[in-house]
């Protein structure tokens, strides 16, 4: 399927399908559990109907807007994904540069196939790296230390990955740690034999941030893996949080938070954001979807801290009633994966377009100028009166 035919996120994932062995799609595809959280994550954004304006001069768009500090030219970025190399050649480097040509904020994760030093040779616009705060400190204090000499805009703490999600695909798939690929899934491999020359032709596939302490270990690239799975830690508490923000004099962004309560906390040891994710339904299944959370959120941290809805993005018109319910922008994981896999860079850029082109057209119809345009006014929950 060329990306000129689709036309919406939801083409590109079937686009992905087709290009990726069963395995690797459905480990971007997939939640926990039953899925609850993951299909409720963008079915949630029914739930809320859009009350435009009218007779507003909407003769010119404006969708460029502030966050974590930077101005960039959409109101969404792209989240953190560990292990693009498995889904696309180009990787995290096609990803950051299709987010360097759209003015936004790039992610980069600490399971990521490329260096985070790469990435800020590769890229001029804003880039955040994910962190985590591991068993072994002196690595998440060297990857502060990186991203200082780097120059990365922000730090982002990922704080719902205490252990693994429940994930079934990848059970059923083998895609787990070593991989335990079955019959079904070894056809796939041959029946995607571009993916699996390529993968062949150029193996590169490493945990690029974290490789040099493991191959002081010793143990290639499942050492790699068990190596980090290790590094999990699930004493770490706010304390934690708290001295992690005297490490880092940026904005601290805590990415993973479902509760108003957690997000109160959160402001009080000085993180400045947060993203509102359930790690896209990939953790704690029957968790709520993030667009269901913002209003309490903005109602416990009022204007003090930045909001990001992270989860279930898949249409312009998801990230405008985001907004509207007291977000400051959105971020994306799984959108973009899909143009990744579907077609590298250009693939991400397309996903990029359709989303910019539909957020466009939403705020066109809406009567809304700007991002600032867009209030509590423009939005209506089912079921509930004005
Ligand atoms: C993720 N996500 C994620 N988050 C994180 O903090 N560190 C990581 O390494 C990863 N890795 C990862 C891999 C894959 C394949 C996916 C799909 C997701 C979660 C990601 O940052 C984001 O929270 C969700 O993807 C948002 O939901 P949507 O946009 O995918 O619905």
Same mark, same amino acid.
């Given at each position: 399927m060329a990306l000129k035919h689709c036309h919406n996120i939801a083409d590109l994932r079937l686009a992905a399908e087709r290009r990726l062995p069963a395995p690797m799609f459905h480990y971007i595809d997939g939640g926990s559990d039953d899925e609850w959280t993951i299909a409720r994550n963008t079915s949630? +954004?029914?739930d809320y109907q859009l009350l435009p304006e009218v007779l507003?001069?909407?003769?010119n768009i404006d969708l460029t807007t502030e966050i974590f500090g930077q101005h960039i030219d959409l109101p969404f970025f792209l989240a953190p994904t560990g292990m693009s190399r498995l889904f696309h050649h180009d990787k995290e480097l096609a990803v950051a540069r299709a987010a360097e040509n759209f003015g936004t904020f790039y992610s980069l994760s600490t %399971?990521? /196939? /490329? $260096?985070l030093e790469e990435i800020a040779q590769t890229i001029a616009t804003p880039k955040m790296f994910q962190i985590y705060i591991l068993k072994d400190r002196s690595l998440t204090l060297e990857f502060v230390a990186r991203c200082k000499a780097s120059g990365y805009e922000a730090l982002c703490l990922t704080v719902d990955m205490a252990m693994a999600g429940n994930r079934e695909r990848d059970l059923r798939t083998g895609m787990v740690m070593p991989p335990r690929f079955g019959l079904k899934s070894l056809w796939s491999f041959a029946t995607h034999p571009y993916w699996a020359m390529n993968m062949a032709l150029h193996?590169?596939?490493? %945990?690029?941030?974290?490789a040099h302490r493991v191959d002081a270990l010793g143990g290639g690239a499942m050492g790699l893996i068990d190596y980090v799975n290790s590094q +999990?830690?699930? /004493?770490?508490?706010w304390d934690d949080v708290e001295w992690l923000r005297a490490q880092w004099d940026g904005p601290l962004v805590i990415k993973g938070v479902m509760s108003p309560a957690d997000a109160k906390t959160a402001n009080h040891v000085g993180?400045?954001?947060?993203?509102?994710?359930? !790690?896209g339904g990939r953790q704690l299944d029957s968790a709520p979807a993030p667009v269901d959370m913002v209003r309490q959120f903005r109602d416990a941290v009022g204007g003090s801290m930045q909001l990001v809805v992270d989860?279930?993005?898949?249409?312009?018109k998801d990230v405008v009633k985001a907004i509207a319910l007291g977000a400051d922008a959105c971020s994306l994981g799984k959108a973009y994966l899909y143009g990744l896999a579907a077609g590298g860079q250009e693939g991400v850029e397309h996903a990029l377009a359709l989303l910019k082109t539909e957020v466009i057209r939403t705020m066109t119809l809406m009567g809304?100028? $700007?991002?600032?345009?867009?209030?509590? !006014?423009h939005i209506k929950q089912l079921g509930r009166n004005l």
């Open positions: 949630a +954004f029914d507003c001069d909407v003769s %399971l990521g /196939t /490329t $260096s193996p590169d596939f490493k %945990l690029a941030n974290v +999990f830690d699930r /004493t770490v508490t993180a400045n954001a947060i993203m509102i994710s359930n !790690h989860g279930g993005i898949r249409r312009g809304c100028a $700007s991002i600032a345009d867009i209030g509590e !006014h």
